[in-house]
């Protein structure tokens, strides 16, 4: 069982702040404007309003169109370029923001977008590249500590990355709670890399704090819980973030190890037994197959005590 009882798991999901390029194109003051001008105005405002909408594919077919009626509108490139990254295209995404870069150097959203793709992408060379362009320019910007942050972390550099996060805290004046939330947790997250759990736990704890909504600083804190061996307030997180986010497969998992290391297999297999079916459900086979594999192994468990 040894495989069970050590079994903890850790969600690196990692929440990337980055901006919506919404800067309107003013149709011409002259009476003479053109009509491709006028034409482009008005495809770029139904691109913004349908980004503000949520409806991403219109959208991006908008933005098409003003840049067909106008290559060298630099704001319906980088506008297309959000849009893609919402679309999780993101190779059409870099090339759209190079093409506002390339037109409008000083473009420094297009710069912080373009690193978003690429961290998209795997290309975090790229990725921290474009935030240190953005952070030469723009000192005082936090997304673009965070995000280089997360590139670096992905790099495997935690240390920079904690530095990077650091930074961008302290750039915090104007930033709203769930943004300063996030930062805190994937601090955390780099902290808890680099086996300093008790630091990550505090991290986590501010994360709450300042957003008592955010279910991953509770799935968090509670698999640094169950690293420590506190399998009763592991419990009590994970429980909190599965009342914030109830479809979280996660949660269910590691619950049921934590149930499992106090003896108390019968809720041990209702949470595995749930986590399994949200990952068969969620087309995830390997999870899948490996949360099959604890029921079974806490079952056989069971019918070794009755025999």
């Not at 067909?68 to 980088?78: F, G």
């Not at 959000?82 to 993101?90: D, F, K, P, Q, R």
């Not at 297999?265 to 749930?274: F, S």
Request: hydrophobic fraction near 40%; charged fraction near 15%.
């Amino acid at each position: 069982m040894k495989n069970l009882r050590d079994r903890l798991f850790l969600v690196l999901s990692l929440t990337v702040v980055f901006s919506v390029l919404l800067t309107v194109i003013k149709p011409p003051s002259s009476a003479l404007a053109s009509v491709r001008q006028t034409t482009t105005a008005d495809f770029f405002l139904q691109g913004v309003e349908a980004t503000q909408s949520g409806k991403y594919s219109d959208a991006l077919e908008a933005f098409t169109q003003a840049i067909q009626a106008n290559s060298n509108s630099v704001a319906a490139y980088a506008n297309r370029c959000l849009v893609e990254i919402e679309l999780a295209s993101y190779e059409e995404a870099v090339a759209d923001c190079t093409q506002a870069i390339q037109q409008q150097p000083e473009n420094m959203e297009a710069y912080l977008n373009r690193g978003l793709a690429y961290y998209r992408l795997g290309n975090y060379p790229a990725a921290i590249a474009d935030n240190n362009h953005l952070i030469q320019h723009q000192p005082h910007d936090l997304r673009a500590y965070f995000n280089r942050g997360l590139a670096q972390v992905a790099s495997g550099n935690h240390q920079a990355a904690i530095a990077d996060f650091n930074q961008a805290l302290e750039q915090r004046s104007d930033s709203d709670p769930a943004t300063l939330a996030e930062i805190y947790i994937d601090r955390g997250l780099a902290y808890f890399a680099l086996t300093d759990v008790q630091t990550a736990i505090a991290d986590f704890t501010q994360a709450i704090q300042l957003d008592v909504n955010n279910d991953r600083a509770y799935y968090n804190r509670g698999c640094m819980h169950g690293r420590q061996g506190n399998y009763i307030a592991a419990i009590q997180d994970f429980t909190q973030a599965l009342k914030l986010n109830p479809d979280n497969p996660e949660a269910h998992l590691d619950r049921g190890v934590a149930h499992y290391n106090l003896g108390d297999d019968q809720l041990a297999l209702r949470d595995l037994q749930q986590a399994a079916q949200f990952f068969q459900s969620q087309g995830k086979t390997i999870a899948y197959q490996h949360t099959a594999n604890l029921i079974q192994q806490v079952q056989q468990s069971q019918e070794k005590v009755f025999t």
